[in-house]
């Protein structure tokens, strides 16, 4: 064949595998097909302000083990429990005490979570919700004045804002039932870094400052140094949890429910009718379920029941699903914006009206978690994008502080382990319980103190989730684990920051599993936020230079730094690869 005849073989045989390409595209299937991974030139994607300098910090390789978390510390702790014998369960654990040390400002052994698990290669899966819980005390009256209207900050600041804590029944429970090495072999990490301390970080300082009014005198003095905030680079040691934790280890779960610790909670409110009791205390159940299971990205999901919002970001995934394969939208990035904006809107609406405790209102997750639900709102997003029927309302998004944190761990065999942890609100309550070095919550914060009141992330609840006894608020927390086909753990993800959590992990897989872009670059694309009420669009500053605001006049737009952080694994191949979110301070690590 002449080197003409070549060329022109080689340009017939380009067109027919683009006529095949167009085929693909025309039938609405290429969009949940694995794209091919290709090398990219990272000038011509879009990522946030220095990702690209940062990425060897927050992005690891490995076969046997990797850990995202939100420290590098928290990471080491669970590395070296696997290195001593430990299993996906033990590494979580270890990391979950060590992180609730290191970041007192987004979690805290007063705390509560979620953890879903996908353990013995895809045997076993169980969802444990250790959520604070409204004590029994609790009365909405006492979070509003004679008109009804909310008393300014009371769920928020004080010793009225926290719930019951299930942070320590609900790590000792799940280590108990499905870890390896003993309770001190998993504690020892934490126990170190509180008696030795670690230097105070720049998002940790900056924190302390700005909450140094609100403390009580017990946390001024550990947060303070000589009658001043700590400072970045300062030492932080906490004598008091070490000490508990001691007391823990010898203990067990009694420790927190009717040992010296609760003792001390208790004492400390019995000054505030007795709000938090030791009956709370030693009544505190962690709920072990089976995950709820859908589909999405083309992948089996499994992820936190209600009060979760796990179920409301599979419902936005399976409706963007349905989305991408209608052709009234517009083309190219308008369209893809459209798409993604008005699949949050359902799910945060749902969210809104639905969303709450199980236990106390009836959620139809079947229902939610449909196809024929999917198409129905699907297709009336589509007769508004057709009939051009837009509004929206001038209301301004509020800013959240970063808070909260996530853990996701995976092995070589596909166990895996995803949790997000909190206090609610930066540095919780601002109360140290007495003779406990630990921060009281303010999960309070998260039920609807008021119907049509937003809480301190702009997010408004209905009937749902109002304030009773006993009850668990709505949490934005959405931990998650990607299967593959033999039900072994292929992705596990989540992220702390309160409203922004769903549409962070969903943006995240949208670029990695539609975009095809890496894992760190999907990480790093900036994001799109839509929560319903307000209805704005949040948009983050790197976008702005090739966002079309100009066509996407039905709109309201603000441009901001998204405040929630992705922590995440996945497996490719025979390499496990984790990222930390460049947006925080954490790193992951591996073996």
Known sequence: MNQNNLRLFSIRLSLILLSFIFLFVSCGQIHFLKPQKEETNSNSILQIEGSAEKRSRYEFTGKEIVIATDHPLASQAGINIWKKGGNVVDVFVAASFAISVLRPHSTGLLGGGFAVINIDEGKTRKAFDFRERASEKVNAKLYVDEKGVPIKDKTIHGPFSAGVPGMIP???????????????????????????????????????????????????????????????????IQNDVSQLLKRMVQNGEAEIRTGESAVRIAEYYSKYDQFISLEDLKKYKVKESEPIQGVAFGKKVITMPPPSSGVHLITIM?????????????????????????????????????????????????????????????????????????????SNLKKESY????????????????????????????????????????????????????????????????????????????????????????IIIGAPGGSQIPTTILNTLYYYKVKGLSLYESASYPRLHHQFMPDVLFVEPEAKPTFPESTLTFYKVQYMRHRAKVFVVAREGKDLIGVSDPRGEGIPLGY
């Not at 030795?196 to 900056?206: C, H, I, M, Q, R």
């Not at 853990?407 to 166990?415: E, Q, R, T, Y």
């Not at 006894?469 to 990607?482: D, E, H, Q, V």
Request: proline share 5%; hydrophobic share 35%.
């Open 170 to 236: 609900g790590l000792l429970y799940i280590h108990k039932k499905y870890g390896k090495l003993s309770l001190a072999d998993v504690t020892e990490p934490a126990l170190d870094i509180c008696s030795k301390g670690f230097s105070v970080y720049s998002d940790l300082a900056k924190s302390i400052e700005s909450n140094w009014n609100y403390m009580n005198p017990e946390m001024i003095q550990i947060f303070g140094k000589e009658g001043r905030p700590l400072r970045t680079g300062e030492i932080l």
């Open 318 to 394: 399976r409706v963007l699903k349905e989305l991408m394969d209608k052709k009234s939208f517009p083309e190219g990035q308008v369209g893809e914006i459209m798409r993604l904006t008005e699949s949050m809107r359902v799910g945060f609406r749902d969210r809104a009206k639905l969303g709450g405790d199980p236990e106390f209102t009836k959620i139809d997750v079947n229902n939610l978690l449909s196809i024929p639900y999917a198409k129905d709102e699907a297709e009336e997003i589509e007769r508004k994008v057709v009939s051009g029927a837009w509004t929206y309302n001038d």
């Open 403 to 490: 808070n909260t944190t996530h853990i996701s761990v995976m092995d070589f065999l596909g166990n895996g382990v995803s949790s997000t942890q909190s206090i609610n609100g930066s540095l919780g309550a601002k109360i140290v319980v007495p003779g406990t070095g630990l921060i009281l919550n303010n999960t309070m914060d998260d039920f609807a103190v008021a119907p049509g009141i937003p809480n301190i992330y702009g997010l408004v609840g209905s009937e749902a989730n109002s304030i009773q006894a006993g009850k668990t608020p709505l949490s934005s927390m959405s931990p998650m684990i990607f299967l593959d086909e033999f039900g072994k753990s292929e």
